[in-house]
């Protein structure tokens, strides 16, 4: 599985972003795909996920109710909508599919992104 994000940019406080992950590669759609993101010296951090079949989706407390994981499978991408954006939003973001359920772990996850920076200013 290949996966490709992007998306990131500047924005002020209260502001919205949406990210895209393009997945390419044998059977990507039996995996459930995952957004994490990373600050600078912080671990990792689970952000959302959904699964391709369902469109079961499940969000850290950070983010309910502020971000929005969506797929399109005709064009084979997932969105993060991110809206309500805080100064502490600031990381790179990943996106990142796993076969394991339910997927709420950066451990679970075998195939990442690039990543993209998502900076929030006050």
């Known amino acids: 599985v290949q996966l490709q994000a992007s998306g990131g940019g500047l924005v002020q406080a209260g502001g919205s972003l949406r990210l895209s992950c393009a997945a390419s590669?044998?059977?990507?759609?039996?995996?459930?795909m995952g957004w994490f993101r990373q600050a600078p010296g912080k671990e990792r951090e689970f952000v959302g996920r959904?699964?391709?079949?369902?469109?079961?989706?499940y969000y850290a407390d950070s983010v309910k109710g502020r971000f929005t994981i969506s797929r399109d499978n005709a064009k084979n991408t997932v969105y993060l909508q991110m809206n309500s954006l805080k100064p502490e939003d600031t990381a790179v973001y990943y996106c990142?599919?796993?076969?394991?359920?339910?997927?709420?772990?950066?451990?679970?996850?075998?195939?990442w992104g690039q990543g993209t920076q998502v900076t929030v200013s006050s």
């Open positions: 959904i699964d391709w079949s369902e469109a079961r989706t």
């Open positions: 990142a599919a796993t076969t394991m359920w339910p997927g709420t772990r950066s451990g679970d996850y075998n195939y």
């Open positions: 590669g044998r059977n990507f759609r039996r995996y459930v």
